[in-house]
């Protein structure tokens, strides 16, 4: 598309380019909608050029203002602005109309009363050509007048409908007398209860492109057999512009759905907590999951667009994060599953504090203050009573480095009742920091926090929705039945005291853990909540 662009560009055949965003208010934009985003603001970005939101808003049943602010909220956190003001499909509804009228008057719309099974009956197959409707040849005084009529509501939903006249022959299906018209008496977001009937997709989509100006009317390849239909309308009608459809495949990435409507499901169906929910592969759950806007357009910019149906490895979007936050995300220690740790040749009142860098390698991001006391929490699994050969964390009467600080010796193990392991007792080297202990390698280095200074954090364990890689593969089969019943684990960690102020959306390294960010809804009133963006490597990965 680029290339294409850029010859009609360069052969004069284009001065400008217009594109648009044309989301059906339905449902929050997914990942998919990122890439058309990425698509048509990164097009016209590229050649200067503006871009237009428009809301594709003819069917008010589905509709609703919530979609609308949250499309706008997330295009705008992607990055991109649109040109002029928010449009809507619907502000066209006059233009469409007296355009309806304009084919009637020329013989090439009319008013069918069959039914709509009736109609899908005469449209006729792949093999088999269809059958006119024994009202195709109404005069077209009287197609005006039921068209009027339909407009005002004297007639029943699904009683009548208004079609194009075209070929009910064509070996182009879209093109045996399309629907221009249906009625709906549903009250619309926009226009309220002006209108009684609603154009289709195919009648508004091309005409609303060529009000704009549109020249590049760039959308997925389901609407490839749609084009000559796209093209016939503006052939008939008096439109101000002649914009060109052009393809590109719809974007899937696996172990997901990418479908509104699925989406819907999960959320109508509480599998998940709303179409933010960090699981989702929205727009908005990515980015409460902790993605930042660059690195979506990373990974679009890594997967490129093209003609072949494609289905996105979802590593690549993990990937595509783990380097943005690899390089950008402060560095923080956080023990998910805490095990006491006496350090028994430390007072009681001991504290040192360690200055060490926010990240190893941007000193602009500063220092941050680790204070050492007598008790610390590690990690229950960098602990093992009876370790293996290869394990260079803590065991009995073994040495580990404490990230950031001494070289400890683990010298007893403290056991409740229930033969539970309560604690270790440790002692420190202090001749440690910085060096290695004399005569001896101490391999492992594990993460720590003082239990005097750390801070409570809830933190939530995010992975993979569903277990299926194409849990939508098989159309009749409920995608429901391969989720994943650990999509979420919550657990109470203790992160060292640097991140008892953060703000929602700060995203940080856990050392040895993984990439988290603050969840920008439930950190309220000094309540401290991590979401597990991803982990340091795909551990499950191929
Ligand atoms: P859904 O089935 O999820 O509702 P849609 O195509 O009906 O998808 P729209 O709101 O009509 O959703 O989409 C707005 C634009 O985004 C359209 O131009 C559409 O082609 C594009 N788009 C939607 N899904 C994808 C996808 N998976 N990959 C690339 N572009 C997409
Ligand atoms: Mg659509
Ligand atoms: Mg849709």
């Known amino acids: 598309m680029r290339n294409q662009i850029r010859d009609e560009i360069e052969s004069g055949r284009a001065t400008t380019i217009v594109t648009r965003f044309p989301p059906e208010p339905n449902g929050f934009l997914h990942i998919g909608h990122a890439k058309s985003i990425w698509v048509n603001f990164g097009l016209a970005e590229q050649f200067g050029g503006r871009c237009h939101l428009r809301f594709d808003d003819t069917n008010p049943a589905k509709e609703e203002q919530a979609y609308i602010d949250a499309i706008q909220e997330d295009i705008r956190w992607l990055g991109y602005e649109w040109s002029g003001a928010v449009r809507f499909a619907s502000d066209y509804f006059d233009q469409l109309y007296a355009w309806a009228q304009h084919l009637v008057r020329e013989g090439k719309a009319y008013v069918d009363d069959l039914s709509p099974d009736e109609i899908r009956e005469y449209r006729g197959t792949l093999t088999e050509p269809g059958r006119p409707s024994p009202y195709r040849d109404r005069g077209v005084e009287e197609n005006l007048d039921l068209l009027e009529r339909m407009r005002l509501g004297e007639f029943a939903e699904g009683s009548k409908v208004l079609r194009a006249r075209i070929d009910m022959a064509a070996p182009n299906i879209n093109l045996r007398?399309?629907?221009?018209?249906?009625?709906?008496?549903?009250?619309?977001?926009?226009?309220?209860?002006?209108?009684?009937?609603?154009?289709?997709?195919?009648?508004?989509?091309?005409?609303?492109?060529?009000?704009?100006?549109?020249?590049?009317?760039?959308?997925?390849?389901?609407?490839?057999d749609h084009r000559p239909l796209y093209e016939w309308f503006?052939?008939?009608?008096?439109?101000?512009?002649?914009?060109?459809?052009?393809?590109?495949?719809?974007?899937?990435?696996?172990?997901?759905?990418?479908?509104?409507?699925?989406?819907?499901?999960?959320?109508?169906?509480?599998?998940?907590?709303?179409?933010?929910?960090?699981?989702?592969?929205?727009?908005?759950?990515?980015?409460?999951?902790?993605?930042?806007?660059?690195?979506?357009?990373?990974?679009?910019?890594?997967?490129?667009?093209?003609?072949?149906?494609?289905?996105?490895?979802?590593?690549?979007?993990?990937?595509?994060?783990?380097?943005d936050l690899e390089d950008n995300a402060?560095?923080?220690?956080?023990?998910?599953?805490?095990?006491?740790?006496?350090?028994?040749?430390?007072?009681?009142?001991?504290?040192?504090?360690?200055?060490?860098?926010?990240?190893?390698?941007?000193?602009?991001?500063?220092?941050?203050?680790?204070?050492?006391?007598?008790?610390?929490?590690?990690?229950?699994?960098?602990?093992?009573?009876?370790?293996?050969?290869?394990?260079?964390?803590?065991?009995?009467?073994?040495?580990?480095?404490?990230?950031?600080?001494?070289?400890?010796?683990?010298?007893?193990?403290?056991?409740?009742?229930?033969?539970?392991?309560?604690?270790?007792?440790?002692?420190?080297?202090?001749?440690?920091?910085?060096?290695?202990?004399?005569?001896?390698?101490?391999?492992?280095?594990?993460?720590?926090?003082?239990?005097?200074?750390?801070?409570?954090?809830?933190?939530?364990?995010?992975?993979n929705l569903f277990l299926d890689e194409a849990p939508d593969r098989d159309k009749d089969a409920d995608f429901l039945d391969h989720l994943n019943p650990d999509s979420l684990v919550t657990v109470t960690g203790i992160a060292e005291p640097a991140l008892a102020n953060i703000e929602?959306?700060?995203?940080?390294?856990?050392?040895?853990?993984?990439?988290?960010?603050?969840?920008?809804?439930?950190?309220?009133?000094?309540?401290?909540?991590?979401?597990?963006?991803?982990?340091?490597?795909?551990?499950?990965?191929?």
């Not at 660059?294 to 590593?315: E, H, P, Q, W, Y």
């Open 330 to 463: 402060p560095r923080a220690m956080c023990v998910l599953n805490p095990l006491k740790v006496v350090l028994t040749n430390l007072t009681a009142d001991h504290d040192e504090v360690f200055e060490v860098p926010g990240h190893p390698a941007r000193e602009d991001m500063g220092t941050r203050r680790l204070p050492l006391t007598r008790e610390i929490w590690i990690d229950r699994e960098d602990f093992m009573e009876e370790p293996p050969k290869k394990f260079f964390r803590l065991a009995p009467g073994k040495e580990v480095r404490l990230r950031n600080g001494y070289v400890i010796r683990c010298d007893e193990v403290i056991k409740g009742d229930d033969g539970e392991i309560d604690a270790l007792h440790c002692s420190v080297d202090f001749d440690t920091l910085g060096k290695n202990p004399e005569g001896r390698k101490v391999k492992g280095v594990i993460h720590w926090v003082s239990a005097e200074h750390g801070v409570p954090v809830e933190v939530r364990l995010y992975d």
């Open 504 to 542: 929602p959306e700060a995203r940080y390294q856990f050392e040895r853990v993984g990439y988290f960010c603050a969840d920008r809804h439930a950190c309220r009133d000094g309540k401290l909540v991590f979401n597990r963006t991803v982990g340091l490597k795909d551990s499950w990965a191929k």
């Open 177 to 224: 007398d399309p629907i221009l018209y249906r009625i709906r008496h549903a009250h619309h977001h926009q226009t309220g209860d002006a209108w009684k009937i609603y154009p289709s997709y195919d009648f508004t989509h091309g005409q609303s492109d060529a009000i704009e100006g549109i020249t590049h009317s760039l959308c997925t390849l389901e609407f490839e």
């Open 234 to 323: 503006l052939a008939q009608l008096p439109v101000p512009s002649k914009p060109r459809q052009t393809e590109f495949a719809r974007m899937n990435v696996n172990y997901t759905v990418t479908s509104k409507r699925k989406l819907k499901l999960l959320v109508d169906q509480d599998v998940v907590d709303g179409w933010d929910d960090p699981r989702m592969p929205t727009i908005s759950g990515l980015r409460r999951r902790g993605y930042t806007p660059a690195s979506l357009r990373k990974f679009c910019d890594m997967t490129g667009v093209s003609r072949a149906a494609n289905v996105v490895d979802i590593a690549m979007l993990h990937f595509a994060i783990r380097s």
